[in-house]
């Protein structure tokens, strides 16, 4: 009986080194799958194409009391001119700069 059981412990573990053998060969296979999975090439898939959100209007620009951007430069211009002009005849009205 002794010998039935020894031998039957030896095909247990025979069974588990070729079962741990064939693992380790898969792995190997597995290595030289990613090379010539890598050399297939990287952007295989279709681009997604750019839909944007549903309440996004784009088809119109977007405007500060109806003025376009070159209009609003020019009204903001001529404040800061004004307000230099200003800032300058109430100095001499006051005599803190003098011509």
């Given at each position: 009986m002794a010998i039935g059981l020894q031998s039957a412990?030896?095909?247990s573990a025979y069974a588990q080194a070729r079962d741990k053998i064939k693992a380790i060969?898969?792995?190997?296979?597995?290595?030289?799958?990613?090379r010539e999975d890598t050399s297939s090439g990287f952007n295989e898939q279709p681009e997604a194409k750019y839909q944007p959100a549903a309440g996004?209007?784009?088809?119109?620009?977007?405007?500060?009391?109806?003025?376009?951007?070159?209009?609003?430069?020019?009204?903001?211009a001529l404040l800061m001119f004004t307000t230099c002009i200003l800032g300058t005849m109430v100095l001499l009205v006051f005599g803190k700069i003098s011509l």
């Open positions: 412990t030896e095909t060969e898969k792995e190997e296979l597995m290595f030289d799958n990613l996004y209007r784009s088809s119109k620009p977007k405007r500060f009391l109806g003025m376009t951007s070159l209009q609003r430069f020019v009204i903001v």
